[in-house]
């Protein structure tokens, strides 16, 4: 079992930037690719990116290419995924998420956060 806490999300306007950060517990972390997928209003859900233990995979989409960057601490067993250049279109709930292999099926992440919002202004 893991469990996943977000924290970060709020309000920006276009432009800025926001951090958001994801703790996560739990047994046997290290088997884990931890990561992020986001669901903007009345839009499907969206893989972002994943990490594993030992470094990359994430699989970031072209639309935050070169804006969005995850990283994992792997002391504290946190996930981070900084934002820069925010647009309004990345107003959405972001999950934190969990699973035992790399893919960018939203249905292969068996643990999920509770989600925090990010809203972009114009």
């Known amino acids: 079992q893991v469990h996943l806490v977000e924290s970060g999300g709020g309000l920006v306007q276009a432009g800025g930037s926001l951090r958001l950060s994801c703790a996560a517990s739990?047994?046997?972390?290290?088997?884990?690719?931890l990561g992020w997928i986001r669901q903007p209003p009345g839009k499907e859900r969206e893989f972002l990116g994943v990490?594993?233990?030992?470094?990359?995979?994430?699989g970031y989409p072209d639309s935050v290419l070169g804006r969005f960057t995850i990283s994992r601490d792997k002391d504290t067993e946190t996930v981070y995924l900084q934002m820069n250049s925010l647009k309004p279109e990345d107003t959405a709930v972001y999950y934190c998420?969990?699973?035992?292999?790399?893919?960018?099926?939203?249905?292969?992440?068996?643990?999920w956060g509770q989600g925090t919002q990010v809203t972009v202004s114009s």
């Open positions: 998420v969990a699973g035992l292999m790399f893919s960018r099926s939203i249905d292969d992440y068996e643990f």
């Open positions: 739990g047994r046997a972390l290290n088997t884990y690719w």
């Open positions: 990490q594993g233990w030992s470094g990359p995979g994430i």
